[in-house]
T-cell receptor
Framework: NAGVTQTPKFQVLKTGQSMTLQCAQD?????MSWYRQDPGMGLRLIHY???????DQGEVPNGYNVSRSTTEDFPLRLLSAAPSQTSVYFC???????????????FGDGTRLSIL | AQKITQTQPGMFVQEKEAVTLDCTYD???????LFWYKQPSSGEMIFLIY??????QNATEGRYSLNFQKARKSANLVISASQLGDSAMYFC??????????????FGKGTHLIIQP
């Protein structure tokens, strides 16, 4: 059981370049999210999805796009990379459990991204 | 105002001692959940324990327990009999039910715990 898989693990970009961070989960989870983690900070929510075809913005969405065409995949796109987007990016998923909503998020191992 | 506050940026603890990591939160939502995650130096996020706002008892998971004081809006993590492998960053996080369909956790800035032999 692979869980949440993120690729690549490391990436260096030049300012203005675009790229897509991949995220896939094999647990049939409805909810998926992207976070970024900066030094001295906790994780901050970028975008999330509550199911295929449904996405919405989190706390820090500017400069990022997402789409969710399948349950399994939730890619994060940087359209024009900026040095301020240098960070560690985590993808997470969790199942929808009805009224209880007690399910924790399962995280991928992260992508370390540097923008020069 | 910060929704999750962790006031201890770093802690040094002797092996085998108990550890309490502080977390206070701010919400007007009567329905919410509190989570603790561990992040070792290798970087992955490991779920430790969950406490729901309506839970009558404090949550426990093995050596981890949660000291939940709802009126004080605090949810401190207690690690009993600490081990060298407990050295890591620890994050407190909250999910509020009133997000209108929003998902995702709000995290504190974390506490860096170092267990000394």
């Amino acid at each position: 059981n692979a869980g949440v898989t993120q690729t690549p693990k490391f990436q260096v970009l030049k300012t203005g370049q675009s790229m897509t961070l991949q995220c896939a989960q094999d647990m049939n989870h409805e909810y998926m999210s992207w976070y970024r983690q900066d030094p001295g900070m906790g994780l901050r929510l970028i975008h999330y999805s509550v199911g295929a075809g449904i996405t919405d913005q989190g706390e820090v969405p500017n400069g990022y796009n997402v789409s969710r065409s399948t349950t399994e995949d939730f890619p994060l796109r940087l359209l024009s990379a900026a040095p301020s987007q240098t960070s560690v990016y985590f993808c997470a998923s969790r199942p929808f459990d009805g009224a209880g909503d007690r399910q924790p998020q399962h995280f991928g191992d992260g992508t370390r991204l540097s923008i020069l | 105002a910060q929704k999750i506050t962790q006031t201890q940026p770093g802690m040094f603890v002797q092996e085998k001692e108990a550890v309490t990591l502080d977390c206070t939160y701010d919400t007007s939502d009567p329905s919410y959940g509190l989570f603790w995650y561990k992040q070792p130096s290798s970087g992955e996020m490991i779920f430790l324990i969950y406490q729901g706002s309506y839970d009558q008892q404090n949550a426990t998971e093995g050596r981890y327990s949660l000291n939940f004081q709802k009126a004080r809006k605090s949810a401190n993590l207690v690690i009993s009999a600490s081990q060298l492998g407990d050295s890591a960053m620890y994050f407190c996080a909250m999910r509020e039910a009133s997000g209108g369909g929003a998902d995702g956790l709000t995290f504190g800035k974390g506490t860096h715990l170092i267990i000394q032999p």
